[in-house]
């Protein structure tokens, strides 16, 4: 039963690392790959959801076969480019944090913030 499921449980344990890294750590880099790594997870899941064992390419043929399902694997196309803006945002935003504060550290930067006194 397990071995027969081994692409739900490396989701599974991909999200929970991914989770992880997003929680406990406080540099916003370390974060940014944690939520990379829990996004991956996420694909990876709902690929395997979306395969059959005995499952063909949804293509049209004489014969009436068993097909995949190729409605998870389009939305993870559109997933992936999502993810990729996301990334790209977060270290444009982290990049922005380090040249005001000096720290990609948040708590350091929130401690300079309020030091500060008034917000920028």
Do not use: C
């Amino acid at each position: 039963m397990i071995a027969s499921h081994y692409s739900y449980w490396v989701s599974m344990a991909l999200m929970m690392i991914g989770l992880y890294v997003v929680m406990s750590h406080a540099n916003l880099v370390k974060k940014l790959i944690g939520l990379n790594v829990f996004q991956v997870a996420v694909f990876m899941l709902y690929i395997s959801l979306g395969k059959r064992a005995d499952g063909t390419a949804p293509i049209l043929d004489s014969a009436f076969a068993a097909y995949s399902h190729p409605l998870p694997h389009v939305l993870i196309l559109t997933a992936i480019v999502v993810g990729v803006a996301t990334t790209a945002l977060g270290l444009a935003l982290t990049v922005r944090i380090h040249e005001a504060y000096g720290t990609t550290d948040e708590d350091d930067a929130l401690k300079r913030d309020s030091a500060q006194g008034e917000p920028r």
